[in-house]
């Protein structure tokens, strides 16, 4: 008998499992979505249709022998699950002890999950997914699954093939197509797409349950699994006495989840999974940021008009004070203050808070404290490196009548105007002085993971980065770095390259000197026309590359595209990171194209076209999700003109990157943020130069829905 032709007892059992158990009801509340084995949502080994809440970031770490998993989970939208992981097979090296020592083998893998049907009364939640997508493709699978919930039960089953189902319950419809379908091919660890068995090979029944008991920290499950294990990648099969697994997850918790199971009938698992919600995120207390400056008070009975001087604003104030408490307590480094009729404009680059109501407000506040009641209208412009952006005005009675909590906040936004900076005529009141300096201290980290040679290499260094000023929109920037620790010097496995070796002499660069210069670049800027944009620069541009380029980007106020164009020459530095260079230059440039969709959610596209570090030609499509608060995930993919072969493991570049505004973390305010990005291969091909400065990301405040997406602050 084959396999194939197996009697129906097991997908029977698993039919009856779902059903049988829905008998059982009673008044609980249905099982909260928690993490698998492999870190998306599931029950242990396999998945369900279930997603996280929106924003959810988690990691989960588990271990049933021999494999030990490492998972990312991020929920960037309602409908999609994506996670990228490590496993680590204890009982298999990663290469030879030379290179490796006694590391076990650590194999990469990308997940995506998508929601194709919600849950109904009726209808279950459906979903479709795909394991070890961009990977080595040794645990690859392809499955449909659904999920109903009846009660405080909610059962799944799904069909899966590849490794999830690699018990091969029956024969692949898709055979009737062709039959190329019948038969899986082993994966070939180049680290591609795994096109080529996708949908491939018998197909597996797998699902189960999981009961929320009466104590709402602790969730059960039982599993029927789709794989037998007798064919797991590297002739690494194993033993399964059973194919059904338990197991339970207990909310230590709303942030710590542990997960105990039994799994193939005689094989303990435990794991561990650390969760946030980066869209629901919020700033902790500012206690180390001065209190909002009170409005004036006012007399209880009107002033007469016929005594305001309408002359005083511009005769009698002290602006330079003004521009100081600004500066102070609303973060606002100003450059300029004048008046056209009723209005006051200050023209500044907000350099504390990083919402930027939060800093309209404090200014208002300001100002109402400051000047006579016949300016009816505040304005900043708001500038950045060196160029003005937008211009928000604010009516001053609606914003003291939401201080006051006279009006509330959807009639407050009905006064306040965004607008392209004007070329109007205006009484200068003040000219701050230019500060020719600024610099400061700062520790740096970076590091590289999931190399055979070890799995973390990473240095820690000391830095020092100025800026010295020659007008408001050119300035000379550096860094000095010293190396405190570094472990690079393990980083022996740079990879055959058929391309030169634009990026994977990363370990010289990092060990050959303590005392470096990263970075020594002059860089202007201005603003062309009244929506465009343009920088030049030129120096030693990043830690391998020196040279000049320049970039032009147009950015329409109001709009959801932007497009771009940038051309630099390079020459590679020398491994010491000083002022000699090797013998490999390119030109190098992009053209791009942005987009923002979604008026709910909203999903920034950024897909550039052009010539690569390399010399190779192609394309690198970034998608992120731009969350209300300012947290943002994201992935991309480049590839160009280099073949799989010459690309070397991996095919193309691609990696996953989340982005948080350090305002979340700290207890004084701050426009910095906290970028972690996960590249599971450092190659030659599809590499970009990494520049200092950005138009788009300069302008980023030209979107007004961020601003009134976080209007709340404006009292704050």
């Known amino acids: 008998m084959t396999r194939f032709a197996r009697p129906q007892a097991a997908r029977l059992s698993l039919a009856l499992i779902t059903l049988s158990i829905s008998t059982a009801l009673h008044a609980q509340s249905a099982p909260a979505p928690t993490a698998s084995d492999w870190g998306g949502i599931g029950l242990l080994q396999t998945p369900t249709a279930r997603m996280a809440d929106e924003g959810e970031l988690a990691f989960t770490a588990s271990h049933t022998s021999p494999y030990s998993r490492y998972n990312i989970m991020l929920q960037p939208l309602p409908w999609l699950e994506g996670a990228f992981r490590y496993v680590s097979v204890a009982n298999r090296r990663y290469g030879p002890e030379w290179l490796s020592g006694t590391q076990n083998y650590k194999d990469k893998s990308i997940d995506l999950k998508v929601r194709l049907l919600e849950e109904s009364r009726w209808v279950p939640e459906i979903a479709a997914g795909f394991r070890d997508l961009g990977g080595t493709g040794l645990f690859s699978s392809e499955y449909l699954v659904a999920s109903k919930r009846i009660g405080s039960f909610d059962a799944s089953v799904g069909l899966a093939t590849g490794y999830i189902g690699n018990r091969g319950d029956f024969r692949n419809p898709l055979t009737s197509i062709d039959d190329r379908f019948e038969t899986r091919p082993r994966a070939q660890g180049t680290g591609s797409l795994n096109s080529d068995g996708m949908f491939r090979g018998p197909v597996g029944v797998f699902g189960g349950v999981a009961y929320q008991t009466p104590w709402d920290a602790l969730q059960l499950k039982l599993e029927y699994d789709g794989n037998d294990y007798k064919h797991e990648p590297q002739a690494n099969n194993q033993r399964q006495k059973s194919p059904f697994n338990v197991g339970a997850s207990y909310a230590v918790n709303k942030n710590v989840h542990l997960h105990l199971g039994w799994e193939r009938g005689d094989l303990a698992m435990f794991g561990i999974t650390l969760r946030t919600n980066l869209a629901q995120a919020s700033s902790m207390a500012k206690v180390l940021d001065p209190m909002p400056i009170p409005l004036k008070q006012r007399p209880a009975t009107a002033v007469p008009e016929s005594e305001h001087d309408t002359n005083v604003v511009s005769e009698l104030f002290n602006w330079s004070g003004v521009a100081n408490q600004l500066e102070q307590n609303a973060g606002l480094r100003v450059q300029s203050i004048s008046r056209r009729g009723s209005e006051l404009i200050v023209t500044g680059e907000q350099r504390r808070f990083y919402y930027p109501a939060q800093g309209v407000g404090r200014m208002g506040r300001i100002l109402d404290g400051t000047l006579p009641d016949d300016i009816t209208w505040f304005t900043v412009q708001n500038a950045r490196l060196g160029v003005p952006i937008v211009e928000t005005s604010i009516e001053r009675k609606a914003l003291v009548d939401y201080i006051e909590h006279k009006t509330d906040l959807s009639t407050l936004a009905g006064h306040i105007e965004m607008a392209p900076p004007a070329a109007q005529h205006r009484e200068t009141l003040y000219?701050?002085?230019?500060?020719?300096?600024?610099?400061?201290?700062?520790?740096?980290?970076?590091?590289?993971?999931?190399?055979?040679?070890?799995?973390?290499?990473?240095?820690?260094?000391?830095?020092?980065?100025?800026?010295?000023?020659?007008?408001?929109?050119?300035?000379?920037?550096?860094?000095?770095?010293?190396?405190?620790?570094?472990?690079?010097?393990k980083f022996r496995y740079d990879a055959p390259s058929r391309l030169p070796r634009v990026r994977t002499n990363i370990r010289r660069y990092m060990t050959e000197e303590d005392l470096t210069l990263p970075n020594l670049q002059l860089t202007g800027t201005r603003q062309l026309a009244r929506d465009t944009y343009g920088m030049v620069y030129a120096g030693l541009l990043e830690s391998m590359y020196a040279g000049a380029g320049g970039e032009v980007l147009y950015r329409p106020l109001n709009e959801r595209w932007a497009v771009g164009v940038e051309a630099n020459w390079v020459k590679q530095r020398d491994f010491d990171q000083r002022f000699s260079f090797r013998d490999y230059s390119v030109a190098t440039g992009h053209a791009s194209f942005y987009y923002m969709w979604g008026e709910e959610r909203r999903v920034v596209t950024a897909l550039s076209a052009g010539r690569y570090l390399a010399k190779d030609w192609g394309a690198t499509l970034a998608v992120s999700r731009a969350f209300d608060n300012g947290v943002t995930m994201g992935a991309y993919a480049t590839k160009t003109d280099v073949s799989s072969k010459d690309f070397g493991e991996g095919s193309f570049d691609k990696g996953i990157y989340v982005s948080v505004p350090f305002d979340f973390l700290l207890p004084r305010s701050t426009r910095a943020r906290a970028n972690f990005a996960w590249n599971p291969l450092y190659r030659d091909g599809g590499a970009r130069l990494a520049r200092s400065y950005g138009l788009y990301q300069m302008t980023s405040e030209r979107d007004p829905e961020f601003f009134f997406d976080n209007l709340q602050t404006i009292d704050d």
């Open 431 to 489: 000219s701050a002085p230019l500060r020719r300096f600024d610099g400061g201290f700062n520790i740096g980290y970076q590091q590289s993971l999931g190399g055979p040679d070890g799995f973390v290499l990473f240095q820690v260094a000391g830095t020092y980065s100025a800026s010295a000023y020659l007008a408001r929109n050119l300035w000379l920037s550096g860094t000095v770095s010293y190396n405190a620790y570094n472990n690079y010097d």
